[in-house]
């Protein structure tokens, strides 16, 4: 089925522990998103990319990297993980501009627990 | 700052009583309001996009309404299935159509 793609849907993590959250769309869309989801908070935006090999930071980008080496992936690396990265990871994509009316696509998520 | 305020937080209604979500937003250069609903565990799930003030969209028993400052997401005659979080984000003009996003209004429909 076409859509985003997101590995692991769980994780715990020990405090300074780094690692990895795989999202992959097949959808050949050039714009891709991490969004982190605290309790109570609204979705907020950690990194994008407009294509293959374009990143920038969003609103909350400390402690996470990101890379783009194909359209398909946009991998969120997190180093020397802490509490506060405690949350769910929402990855998401989209078209075009002209697609506009169709929103995003957005994965299931991945739930990381640091402790 | 662009912001996006969603109310209530958490609405609780009996199966057939309708209502409206409210999300107000002050931003500059307005490009697009979107509604998603969130199930528990699950992703967002796409909704409406609204443009311009005046617009409204359908969809089974939800229409959403656009203004200058905020839109209305409303539900008729709700059934237990519409129970979910409903999500407002707005884009705006500049940028690389990234969302800012609303806390999000949890609906509870009961039988």
């Known amino acids: 089925n076409a859509g985003v793609t997101q590995t692991p849907k769980f994780r715990i993590l020990k405090i300074g522990q780094s690692m990895t959250l795989q999202c992959t769309q097949d959808?050949?869309?050039?714009?891709m998103y991490w969004y982190r989801q605290d309790p109570g908070m609204g979705l907020k935006l950690i990194y994008y990319?407009?294509?293959?090999?374009?990143?920038d930071k969003g609103e909350v980008p400390n402690g996470y990297n990101v890379s783009r080496s194909t359209t398909e992936d946009f991998p969120l690396r997190l180093e020397l993980a802490a509490p506060s990265q405690t949350s769910v990871y929402f990855c998401?994509?989209?078209?075009?501009?002209?697609?506009?009316?169709?929103?995003?696509?957005f994965g299931s998520g991945t739930r990381l627990t640091v402790v | 700052e662009d912001q996006v305020t969603q109310s209530p937080e958490a609405l609780r209604l009996q199966e057939g009583e309708s209502s409206s979500l409210n999300c107000s937003y002050t931003?500059?250069?307005?490009?697009?309001l979107f509604w998603y609903r969130q199930d528990p565990g699950k992703g967002p799930e796409f909704l409406f996009t609204?443009?311009?003030a005046g617009e409204e969209k359908e969809k089974e028993r939800l229409k959403a309404t656009l203004t200058k400052k905020e839109s209305f997401l409303h539900i008729t005659a709700p059934k237990p299935e519409d129970s979910a979080t409903y999500l407002c984000?707005?884009?705006?003009?500049?940028?690389?159509?990234?969302?800012?996003f609303g806390k999000g209004t949890m609906l509870l429909v009961s039988p």
């Open positions: 998401a994509s989209r078209g075009s501009f002209v697609s506009d009316a169709y929103g995003y696509t």
């Open positions: 959808m050949n869309h050039n714009y």
């Open positions: 990319s407009v294509g293959a090999g374009i990143t």
């Open positions: 931003v500059s250069g307005l490009r697009g």
């Open positions: 609204l443009y311009s």
């Open positions: 984000a707005v884009q705006i003009d500049s940028g690389y159509s990234t969302l800012t």
